[in-house]
C-alpha cells in the first residue's frame, strides 16, 4: 500500500531514470559501456556528476566482485549503491516526549506554509498539541493561507499584523508556547532569499529569541526546497547553508517532476538529511523520507 503510493507519487523521476536503464540494457553491450551509460542516466536525472561517478565507481568495483552480470543483477546492486548515498546523513528521529521548536525557511513558493500544514496534521494524529505561528508578515495573504490551515487542522495560531516585525510575533508565540502546554511550535517564515542580508538577519533574530525564551528546548531549521528546480536548488541549498544552520530539508513537489534525483546530490555534497517529501498538495501528500522505499520507487 505505502509502496504503491510512492511509486505513484514518484512515477516522473522513476519514468525518467527507470526507462532510459532499460534503453542501457538493450543490445548486448559490454559492462563498461552499460556502466558509462548508466552513469550518463543518473546525471541526467539530476542526481548531480560528482555524486553519479561516485555511485558507479562503486558499483565498477562491486561488480569486479561478482560473477552474476545480469541486468537484474547489476540492477540490484545499483539500487544497494544509491541508497548508500544516504547511509551516514540520516535526519533526528522525533524522540516521543520532546517538547520542539520547528523554524521553517526557503524561497517563496516552495511549498512552506503547505508543508506545514502536512506536518502539524502528522502531529495531531500522534497526539500531540502543536502551536503555529505565523511570521510570514510581509506577503498580503501569507497569515491568512497558515490561518487556514490551522483551522483545518484544528490548532491554535499566533497571528502577527501585516508588516508587523517578525520577530514580535515570534516573541509572543514563545510566551504562549510555555503558558499553553504545547508539544511543538512550528513558525513560518518570509521567503527568505540567501543575498538578502536583511531577510537573513531578520531569521538570525528570531533564532536569538527562541533560543533566549525556549532555552530547554529542541530546535530543528527545516529548509524547504521545491525538487522541480532541479540542481539549481541544490545551488539554493548550498549558499544558504553557508549562512546560517540548516538541520534537515523538506523537499516538495516530487509529484509533479522528473528531477526527484536531486535529493542524492543534496544529501551527498551538502550531507544535509532530508526529513519528509513532499508528493502533493493535499494534507496527505507528505512522508518521511526513507532511503530504501525512495530508491525501489524510481528504479
Ligand atoms: N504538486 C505539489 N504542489 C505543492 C507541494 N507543496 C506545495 N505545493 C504547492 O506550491 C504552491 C506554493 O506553496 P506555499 O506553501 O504557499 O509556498 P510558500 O511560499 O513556501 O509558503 C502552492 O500552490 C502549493 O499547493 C507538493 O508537494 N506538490
Ligand atoms: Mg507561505
Redesign the pocket.
Known sequence: MFFSKIKENLKKTKESIDIKLSNVFANNKDINQIIDEIEETLILSDIGVNTSTKICDNLREGLKKQVDKSEKAIRELLKQEMIAVFDNVKAEDDLDDQKKVLLIV??????????IGKITNLYKKQGKKVLLVAA?TFRAG?VE?LDIWAKRTSCDICIGKENEDPASVIYEATKKFQNGDYDILIC?TA?RLHNKKNLMDELQKMKRIINKNLPDIRKEVLM?LDSTTGQNGAIQVKSFFEKTDVNAIIL?????TAKGGVVFSIVDELNIPIKYI????TID??EKFDAKSFVEAIV
Do not use: P
Open positions: 526557503g524561497v517563496n513558493g516552495v511549498g512552506k506554509t503547505t508543508s510570514d501569507a493561507q513560518d521567503g524547504v516538495t513537489k516530487l509529484d509533479s513532499g508528493t502533493g498538495e501528500d507528505i
